[in-house]
């Protein structure tokens, strides 16, 4: 009963923040301004520092659990992806098409959703995405790609310290999370989450500090200077 209730409130919250996006949508044209797509390994620090950059260019935030829950909800979905008229949704949807074609996917309602909400934000632009493949989605001239990583060791850690759980139990959650992911990546897009390759930039957090990961960002975006200096 209690859950129920906790599910409802969450998908409440998310038709909110829909409702909110789209009136900030409605009208706009569409930017030129990149999407920056995250890949996070768990425990890694990643969610904060793309908040941080989203905050920087001021860029609209999806994080995974909000991109999730609008996936999973097929009525959110379609209100997303009635936004923007379906002419200016054809080219992300053509690169979609071939990537169901050139990697033999079969995409079940879900992944179809999934793949047409990332596609519409892309359309968008001006946004930071977390998670859920959206790098395999949206075509590479139209994002940045970033990977953030760290050592085991300091991802359990971090997890042992935000939730004042003991080591053991924080590794159990690390590798849990990293494993469904993984397999997520594997089984929807056919290829490994973790591979460099599938990036424009890959952070490693044990090497740097935040705002040294957010200013590599920065810089990998083209006119990044001028986009920081607009914005602040």
């Keep these: 009963m209690e859950r129920n209730k906790m599910e409802r409130n969450k998908e409440e919250l998310v038709a909110e923040f829909i409702d909110a996006q789209i009136k900030k949508w409605s009208g706009q044209k569409k ?75 079969y995409p079940g309602i879900y992944l179809e959703h999934l793949m047409n909400v990332i596609g519409v934000i892309a359309e968008h632009g001006r946004a930071v995405i977390v998670g859920r493949g959206a790098n395999f989605i949206i075509p590479p001239a139209e994002r940045l790609s970033v990977r953030v990583v760290a050592p085991l060791e300091l991802r359990v850690q971090n997890i042992a310290q935000v939730y004042g759980v003991p080591n053991e139990t924080a590794r159990r959650r690390v590798l849990h999370r990293e494993s469904r992911r993984a397999a997520f990546v594997k089984q929807s897009f056919h290829t490994d989450v973790a591979d460099p390759e599938n990036y424009d930039l890959v952070i490693n957090t044990a090497k740097s500090d935040n705002d040294t990961a957010v200013g590599a960002i920065m810089g990998a975006i083209s006119g990044g200077k001028k986009l920081i200096e607009k914005n602040y």
């Design 31 to 105: 930017s030129d301004l990149p999407v920056i797509t995250f890949s996070v390994s768990p425990g890694s620090g990643g969610h904060i520092i793309a908040r941080q950059v989203a905050e920087a260019l001021k860029f609209d935030f999806f994080d995974r659990d909000i991109v999730n829950m609008i996936s999973e909800q097929s009525q959110i979905s379609d209100r997303v992806i009635l936004s923007i008229e379906k002419e200016r949704f054809s080219g992300i949807q053509d690169f979609i098409s071939s990537l169901v074609n050139d990697r033999y996917l």
